[in-house]
RNA sequence: GGUCCAUUCGUCUAUCGGUUAGGACGCCAGAUUUUCAUUCUGGAAAGAGGGGUUCGAUUCCCCUAUGGACUACCA
């Protein structure tokens, strides 16, 4: 590896909202950047015109903005590298593209689509190249006056690679180690097209990390196979190729092949950070944010999907990723993408948080409820549920009785813990609650005891029959903590509402 | 079809020739508990197959199988 100052760059096309697997990609550049002290740049792509959508871009900075991805230079910041967005690079393209032509390694072709698509469906496995450019309408294969005129006329064209045949070319991976394959199966790709002016991504890819002075390059495995058609780029500007690290896919959680958008909606899980609304459409398509995720957790178990320390530690975080992540530890295969996992992470962050901070988050959550409580109430009612629940919005599902007096009583549970007895049981509980001046869990607790004790009646049937009369369920935590946090007065009333309705 | 990449419990993975093949999620059982969870303890669960190389292969090589990616004037 240089000494020279490490820059890697995260490079979507706009074309929807950023997904998971992108994420993924994003975050890998992101820490093998800052454990090298290094930039990372973020460079829109967009050189297909057909395909742009808009509000993608701001989908992109906003999701990794969330997670916590910073980016020190492109679109969003800028830098003395820009425009960072490709379709404002035209020119510098034309350039590149000119001089490549110029030095006969690039040519020009005046086949359209149509014609191509009849050599396609003729010849099985046409291919352009070496073996077949002569017999298509190029500069190669047509006089220079044919192609001034062709051009002259408007004819529209697009620069093609001339790509020399039957050679071994090397790819350098650094989680793959040498990847070679031969040049006869590349074709004589695309690089330029006069339609709308724009490169194809191939050109510009190469163009802008040589300009943009990127180090490193790390991307999905499906750019593997056209990292040798990169390689002969490089090789026809004369310039240094960049260190190659190709990531391992990730699949789908049934079946096989590449997780999709569309998975999220079949599977039920999101697959995009944040929630999306399609701007043709307007269908919506779910995001960790919305559904309740902790960055924190997502980054987390992004992370070790293709990666690991090494070592028993899972949970991990920004900080510890950066420090311990490298590419040499990545896998080479495709990882399959486990919800059930994700959904561990998100408890075990939600665990890490304060009652404080988890009070303000459940706070929203309340209020949709047509609940305001005091933050102090909130927090104590967080602190006695979070160990419960997955995702913040399930403290109100583990919790709502604290700020509800149920409304109905489970049948189940009336059935296996209303007793006959009970009624005048709880009615004599009340009594006891009613006299008591200090009414702590620790107090409560050791009072209710002695009169269960006195009475020699069974812990559990009382027990039982007041937790069904104060939360209308078998559920929740200790019975003193609960009565501590609703009151005295709540307490006798859910008492006396459950004697009467059950 | 062609090219390339990959292959350890159901899933994510550890192992850099010698291990009772380890951990985690999930699952099952037990313990704790006034309920439900949590928690704790335990358990079931893996080297795709076949050849080599080697004193010894999960580990190195080859073949087969399987999976995946790519094969556009998309990225």
């Not at 792509?45 to 999701?63: H, K, L, M, N, W």
């Amino acid at each position: 590896m240089s000494d020279k100052k490490v820059r890697v760059r995260f490079a979507p096309s706009p074309t929807g909202p950023l997904h998971i697997g992108g994420v993924r990609t994003a975050l890998y550049n992101y820490l093998f950047a800052k454990q090298h002290g290094g930039d990372m740049l973020l460079r829109i792509e967009d050189t297909d015109s057909q395909r742009f959508v808009p509000g993608a871009e701001d989908y992109i900075i906003e999701s990794l903005n969330w997670l916590g991805i910073k980016i020190d230079e492109g679109v969003g910041v800028g830098g003395p590298f820009g425009p960072y967005r490709q379709s404002e690079r035209r020119d510098i393209y034309k350039k590149y593209v000119n001089q490549l032509l110029e030095a006969g390694k690039a040519y020009i072709a005046f086949d359209t689509p149509a014609e191509l698509e009849a050599r396609r469906s003729d010849v099985a496995n046409f291919q352009y190249d070496a073996s077949t450019r002569m017999s298509m309408r190029n500069s190669l294969s047509l006089s220079k006056e044919e192609v001034d005129a062709l051009i002259a006329q408007g004819e529209q064209y697009v620069v093609r690679f001339r790509i020399e045949p039957n050679e071994d070319v090397v790819v350098n991976d650094v989680i793959r180690g040498e990847v070679t394959i031969n040049s006869s199966i590349l074709d004589d790709k695309v690089l330029y097209k006069s339609a709308d002016e724009l490169p194809t991504y191939h050109l510009a890819n190469i163009v802008d990390d040589h300009l943009m002075e990127i180090t490193h390059v790390i991307r999905g495995e499906e750019w593997l196979p056209s990292a040798p058609l990169h390689v002969l780029l490089y090789r026809a500007f004369e310039w240094t190729a960049p260190e190659f690290a190709h990531l391992p896919l990730l699949l789908k959680p049934d079946g096989n092949g590449k997780l999709s958008k569309r998975d999220g909606d079949r599977l039920g899980f999101p697959v995009f950070p944040l929630e999306w609304t399609d701007p043709k459409t307007g269908a919506i398509s779910s995001g960790y944010r919305e559904s309740g995720y902790l960055p924190e957790a997502v980054i987390n178990f992004l992370a070790l999907l293709g990666w690991n320390p090494g070592t028993d530690q899972e949970i991990l975080s920004m900080d510890d990723l950066i420090h311990q992540f490298s590419l040499e530890r990545c896998s080479k295969s495709g990882a399959k993408f486990d919800y059930e996992k994700g959904k561990w992470f998100n408890h075990k962050y939600i665990q890490m948080k304060s009652d404080a901070e988890l009070a303000r988050m459940f706070m929203p959550v309340l209020a949709e409820h047509g609940i305001h409580a005091s933050e102090e109430k909130v927090e104590k009612v967080v602190a006695l549920v979070k160990e419960r629940v997955n995702f913040v919005k399930e403290l109100w599902d583990q919790g709502s009785f604290f700020f509800v007096a149920p409304q109905l009583y489970d049948e189940k549970t009336v059935k296996k813990r209303w007793k006959a007895e009970s009624p005048e049981q709880m009615a004599e509980l009340a009594g006891v609650l009613e006299s008591i001046t200090d009414f702590t869990p620790h107090n409560t607790e050791e009072i209710v005891k002695a009169w269960i004790a006195e009475k020699e009646y069974h812990l559990g049937n009382i027990m039982n029959a007041f937790r069904l009369a104060i939360v209308g369920e078998p559920k929740g935590p200790h019975m003193f903590d609960i009565i501590t946090v609703i009151g005295k007065a709540e307490t006798i009333a859910r008492l006396k509402r459950a004697i009467e309705t059950i």
